[in-house]
């Protein structure tokens, strides 16, 4: 499933499960998964969030890699604005023309201040925690364990939002192998 602290997992389990000191349990399991001590970053957030208000789907779009703009959009369209960083890639004039031709917004993120692009920066370090924790030794398998690691990032419940980014895409929660074999845990 992929650890994302005690209130995640508890979230989750809780959702299908219940019994007394099930909030403990789940912090004796954290503090003992071998994985998730290995592969945590010890480094806290030094500044603080800011709120992006959307008045709509896909209105802004935060990225730091043109490919994956690319397969966004082949995914779930045009967006309004997209905001990257200063790569390259989203500097050039092919990025630029195609961008004014679809009419989307384009919009840089401070040089050398990836605070300026929190959401993606964020996001990217706990993909990469999650990664140490799936990835052999030698951290060379990487793209093996990604979409493990991505579902798991997308099927729990997010402190921002209030509710799992799967859902907020695709309007409804993600099955799990679990519910297959026992519906009643749907």
């Known amino acids: 499933m992929g650890h994302q602290g ?7 389990i809780q959702k ?3 019994w007394p000191g099930l909030k ?5 399991w ?8 290995q592969a945590k970053d010890p480094m806290k957030l ?4 800011q709120s992006i208000q959307s008045s709509g789907f896909n209105e802004m ?4 890699h043109q490919k994956i703009c690319m397969t966004a959009t082949a995914r779930h369209g045009c967006t309004i604005t997209i905001q990257s960083d200063n790569g390259k890639a989203f500097l050039g004039d092919l990025t630029k023309e195609l961008m004014k031709r679809s009419q989307v917004g384009q919009a840089h993120s401070t040089t050398y201040l990836p605070q300026t692009n929190g959401l993606v920066e964020r996001k990217n370090r706990t993909l990469v925690s999650m990664l140490r ?10 793209d093996r364990h990604l979409p493990q690691v991505m579902g798991a990032y997308n099927s729990p419940e997010h402190s921002t939002t209030g509710i799992s980014p799967h859902m907020m895409l695709t309007g409804h929660e ?3 192998l679990l519910t297959i074999f026992y519906p009643e845990y749907k």
Not at 24 to 28: D, F, G, I, N, V
Not at 46 to 49: A, D, N, Y
């Open 133 to 142: 924790a799936f990835c052999s030794r030698y951290m060379d398998d990487g």
């Open 46 to 49: 030094r500044f603080p969030l």
């Open 6 to 12: 005690v209130d995640k997992l508890y979230n989750r």
């Open 61 to 64: 779009v935060q990225i730091d």
């Open 30 to 37: 954290i503090s003992v998964c071998l994985s998730c001590q």
């Open 16 to 18: 299908r499960f219940e």
């Open 24 to 28: 403990k349990a789940c912090e004796r």
């Open 174 to 176: 993600k099955s799990l």
